[in-house]
């Protein structure tokens, strides 16, 4: 990552096979990784929990979610307002995911009921914020934290950015998922597709009062973009709130961008294990004179940037189910 590398960031990669990395089972200490998970539970949150992506979100239909087995319905009004309520009809019980959305009303099909901004009976209406690239919605009664007025949305990068939204859900809880995050020593192992020549240069203390500026894991590694080749960089991953994530490049191609994992509680399914939606954010940015194209032609490249996501997560959420599997049912028990 010399000066030289800002005018020619892709580099040949020279990396051992897979076979022969350096072995970072050592490294990655389980009570290093538990830590900072459990140091992350203690931040506030204000009852805010990351739901869908803003593009998601329109007037023309509602979209249901579930959050921790609570039935959540989302759609805009006329002026591009977000809004959410509960997703059963307080009348008969019908879903409202499947009303019809009407001048900013939701509309039911089974009878009528046309619900908005106030309450009717015992429904009544979610806080809910647009962040312009995810929307979340408050749920004061599962959260029990003091609510804030809006969420504590992670730093992005400003000016012209390009960001793409992916949702997964796994098997597991939020702990799983989180956790997974918080042990960057598995990238180049799982993931070799897309990573190569990775080394933690720094990890938090296994202190559970470790001050949150000092809370990062500073990680050095090369993104393979094709065969060959591939771009190096410094990342620092922190766990701003409960259930969030944030990886952000801080020197090398693309500084200031950011990975934004958001893991949402969906609840347990009929055969009892809990699910989680795992809604992730790539937000790049980059000051290359190139990067105002892929701008432009963002709803081609969209796709690419989510089925890179997708690909990493096939794995990862593999490695979360796996490990509910083995710790979380005990851990329930």
Known sequence: MATRGRRFPVRFISAPVWARQRPTYAMADPAVIDAAYRRAQRRPWGNWYVVAASREVTSARPLGRGVEGVEVVLWRDDGGAVLAGPGVCPHLGAPLADAVADHGRLVCRWHGLALARQQVGSWCPFPAYDDGILVWV?????????????????????????????????????????????????????????????????????????????????????????????????????????????????????????????????????????RTAVIEAVVACSPRPGF??????????????????????????????????????????
């Not at 598995?186 to 933690?200: D, E, I, K, Q, T």
């Not at 969030?244 to 009929?270: D, K, N, Q």
């Open 138 to 274: 408050r749920l004061d009664r599962l959260g029990g934290q003091e609510a804030s007025g809006q969420p504590l949305v992670p730093a992005r990068p400003g000016g012209g950015v390009l960001d793409a939204v992916t949702t997964v859900i796994g098997r597991c809880r939020p702990r799983e998922v989180v956790a997974n995050r918080l042990d960057p020593w598995h990238g180049a192992w799982l993931h070799p597709y897309s990573f190569a020549n990775l080394r933690v240069l720094q990890a938090p203390a296994p202190d559970p009062d470790l001050p949150e500026d000092q809370d990062v894991f500073r990680v050095e590694v090369t993104f393979r973009i094709a065969g060959g080749v591939g771009v190096p960089v410094l990342a620092e991953f922190s766990c701003p709130q409960p259930r969030t994530v944030v990886m952000r490049i801080v020197r090398g191609e693309g500084t200031g961008s950011v990975v934004e994992t958001h893991a949402t509680p969906i609840g347990s399914g009929r055969d009892g294990v809990p």
């Open 292 to 333: 105002a194209a892929a701008l432009l032609a963002a709803p081609l490249i969209r796709p690419a940037m989510s089925w890179a996501a997708r690909r990493l997560w096939r794995d990862d959420i593999a490695y979360a189910e796996r490990r509910y599997l083995l710790c979380g049912r005990e851990d329930n028990a």
